[in-house]
């Protein structure tokens, strides 16, 4: 970060966060259905637990439970609120995500869930379920951007008897480089991100070329500066470098990026001697990289001995953190 | 309508080349635009058309304004660094072919070695904001932020694709720095080189050694072009422009087209040589001399192959021997090119197109008749087929 969050903004975040929690629990939201063999062996079939407690009756009957009961680890599933469904008007989580939403934390993601289970569930049992809100730390600096932690305490209950236990928690970010002002400091590197490990390059490419970026390109930087090498996707195809109109010629479609797992070969190379580059050590390798999602991009190959190099190379991603903008994508030897 | 036969080029002029002119770009374009007039029998009065590269930092205005050129109906510059050389004598011909202008100045002026060093890295390139800025957003910060490393890239496939060896790039230097050695205008006067003198000098971006880069000049060029009827009634021997011709590649990128199915390639140029062949009703077997641009000589030979003198790949055994030299079967840059006579950008190619038609070069292939010159290579670029047909 290049400076410190607004503490009005911190300071806001937190009252609200107080006066929710002050409010308590969520009134006992019952599910949608009773627990239910359907659902039951659905569920079970998706986890491929081929435990026959949950499936056959006989053997049920004579187990310890004396018939069917709900996997545990279903309490969650029993009220969740179906595709369309809304949250409850007194729900805690989703005041507190609407708050941070507002203060322009608007990015989410859920970081861990414990769930505790106190009886097994059988089939004809109608249990509800009641959030409240048990904490909200921050601000904190992450790599995915400056963000809340925010955790909810959800209690499932059959009548008054609390039958199983979670505590959630996600990052409510605001993500790095979004157009507040602000850049997410991707944190102390070396890390390894979802394309390949962010390594510390504020010496070595210290001065470098910056790039021009443009309302079409800003998913990629973004995505390097948290590890991830983003390819534009349009339907079925993806590109690159982005651009703005599918290459299939529709005017209506809109593009979204795969996250590249981050492996490739080198189709082309250039070992750059003279003269010298803003940001780069003579001699360097310079690769054009045919990735195993099918397109090529360029980037540095460092750390290699140019003598090794070989078109045809395996190559993994790289990222070159420069400063808090900018993190270039870069190519190191597989080995 | 066709543009073939419809203007020549009249006159032209150049300054020295030189490392350092000493004088202003401005000073530069007028000392050419001048003697190309003067060579052409025609005064600035005459003059109501002028082209250049949108790269030259001389506006038309300026040059018309210190030479006395006076009204101009028509202007005109084209993009594209180098690739633009041939289009001007072609936006010219169409200007004179339509009735826009009578006689239309085509020049290109710059210290490029004493002012702003095109070998160098452009931070300017890189970051300006536009789309051609985005796009360099995906190679400059990479490291490919010189021309000569843009076309290593290339180079390197090529090789390895089509068996080829450094030493074949090497042969093209050594043809032009031999052409060169005996013009007595060229820089490299006097000093050609051998194949192990190429082999020997230092690698600038690998596959590319110093011997594969062209020159950095400073200097100016200009052409004078008039219709094929005017021009029959001026000093020299008319220089038809039998065919004059643009293209631009699918998948197209300044130098770095490096996302197309084939990065060994440059399709742009067979965009260009399809029309040259149509418009002119010649084929490649009617060359008697090639100017082909020659920035860097990897290029030279992926030239041969997209303009059909030879196939995909086979570039190195066509040059094989002594096809390039001034008596082999197809000669390639009497000047000397733009690694050995001076780097204007691809206009003093044209010059010696000129030259060569009308039989006055350094070093004159006898009997040349049909010459083909081309531009800038890896951008989206142009070409022409000058001659004399009466």
């Known amino acids: ?335 | 309508m066709t543009l073939a036969g419809k203007a020549a080029i009249a006159g032209i002029g150049a300054t020295e080349f030189s490392k350092d002119s000493g004088r202003s770009e401005l000073r530069l374009a007028c000392e050419a635009v001048r003697g190309a007039l003067d060579d052409a029998g025609l005064a600035p009065s005459d003059v109501d058309g002028m082209v250049t590269f949108t790269m030259d930092a001389n506006a038309e205005i300026a040059v018309a304004r210190e030479l006395g050129v006076g009204e101009l109906s028509f202007f005109s510059r084209v993009h594209y660094g180098g690739g633009a050389a041939a289009a001007t004598v072609q936006q010219a011909a169409m200007a004179v072919a339509t009735g826009a202008a009578d006689v239309v100045v085509a020049y290109r002026a710059f210290n490029e070695r004493s002012g702003q060093r095109f070998g160098q890295v452009s931070s300017a390139a890189a970051q300006q904001v536009n789309s051609s800025g985005v796009d360099n957003s995906f190679h400059y910060p990479a490291g490919i932020a010189t021309p000569a490393a843009t076309v290593a890239m290339a180079a390197q496939r090529y090789l390895y694709e089509y068996g080829a060896t450094t030493e074949d790039f090497g042969r093209v230097a050594v043809v032009d720095r031999k052409h060169a050695a005996t013009n007595p205008n060229a820089w490299f006067h006097g000093k050609p080189i051998s194949l192990d003198d190429h082999q020997a000098s230092r690698w600038i971006a690998e596959p590319l050694r110093l011997l594969d880069c062209c020159q950095e000049t400073d200097g100016g060029i200009a052409l004078v072009i008039t219709s094929a009827e005017r021009a029959k009634d001026l000093p020299h021997t008319p220089v038809q422009v039998a065919a004059a011709a643009q293209g631009s590649g699918t998948g197209q990128y300044v130098m770095t087209s490096y996302y197309r199915d084939e990065l060994a390639a440059l399709p742009e140029m067979s965009v260009v040589g399809r029309q040259l062949w149509e418009q002119s009703g010649l084929s490649h077997s009617d060359v008697d001399v090639a100017v082909l641009y020659d920035h860097f000589t990897p290029y030279v030979l992926l030239q041969l192959e997209e303009l059909g003198f030879c196939g995909r790949g086979e570039a190195k055994d066509f040059i094989a021997g002594d096809t390039l030299e001034l008596h082999g079967k197809l000669p390639l840059n009497p000047h000397g090119g733009q690694l050995g006579e001076a780097y204007l950008h691809g206009m003093n190619g044209i010059a010696e197109g000129v030259r060569q038609v009308r039989g006055s070069a350094a070093n004159q292939v006898p009997g040349a008749r049909n010459v083909l010159v081309t531009a800038g290579t890896g951008v989206p670029t142009s070409g022409l087929v000058l001659g004399d047909y009466g």
Not at chain 1, 76 to 102: C, F, I, K, S, Y
Not at chain 1, 114 to 142: F, I, W
Not at chain 1, 233 to 249: E, S, Y
Request: charged share 20%.
């Open chain 1, 1 to 335: 970060m290049t400076g410190t969050m607004d503490s009005d903004i911190a300071a806001t975040v937190h009252e609200k966060a107080e006066r929710i929690a002050a409010g308590g629990g969520s009134k006992p939201r019952p599910a949608r259905d009773p627990v239910n063999t359907a659902m039951i062996n659905n569920w079970v079939e998706a986890m491929g637990d081929d435990n026959p407690v949950y499936t056959d009756p006989e053997f049920a009957a004579s187990s310890v439970h004396g018939g069917l009961v709900a996997p545990p680890a279903m309490a969650q599933v029993w009220t969740m609120n179906g595709l369309h469904g809304q949250r409850a008007e007194d729900d805690p989580l989703g005041a507190m995500m609407a708050a941070l939403d507002e203060a322009g934390f608007t990015s989410v993601v859920a970081t861990n869930s414990e769930q505790t289970y106190h009886r097994y569930l059988s089939p004809g049992e109608h249990v509800s379920a009641s959030t409240e809100l048990d904490g909200v730390v921050g601000p904190k600096r992450t790599a995915l951007g400056e963000g809340f932690f925010v955790t909810t305490r959800t209690s499932w209950l059959v009548g008054d008897e609390v039958v199983a236990e979670m505590t959630f928690k996600v990052l409510k970010f605001r993500p790095a480089g979004s157009d507040d002002g602000t850049a997410g400091d991707a944190g102390a590197a070396p890390w390894q991100g979802p394309s390949g490990r962010v390594v510390d390059a504020s010496e070595r490419a210290a001065g470098v070329l910056r790039p021009v970026i443009s309302a079409d390109t800003e998913f990629f930087w973004a995505g390097t500066r948290v590890g991830e090498l983003r390819i534009q996707r349009w339907g079925d195809t993806l590109r690159h470098p982005p651009g703005p109109v599918d290459p299939g010629g529709s005017m209506e479609a809109t593009p979204d990026y795969v996250v590249a797992a981050g492996h490739g070969t080198v189709y082309s190379y250039v070992v750059h001697h003279n003269p010298p580059v803003p940001g780069k050590q003579l001699p360097f390798v310079v690769a054009l990289v045919e990735l195993d999602e099918g397109v090529r991009v360029l980037g540095e190959l460092i750390d290699a001995d140019p003598g090794e190099v070989s078109i045809g190379m395996p190559v993994r991603a790289v990222f070159l953190r420069v400063d808090e903008e900018l993190t270039l994508p870069a190519w190191e030897v597989a080995r």
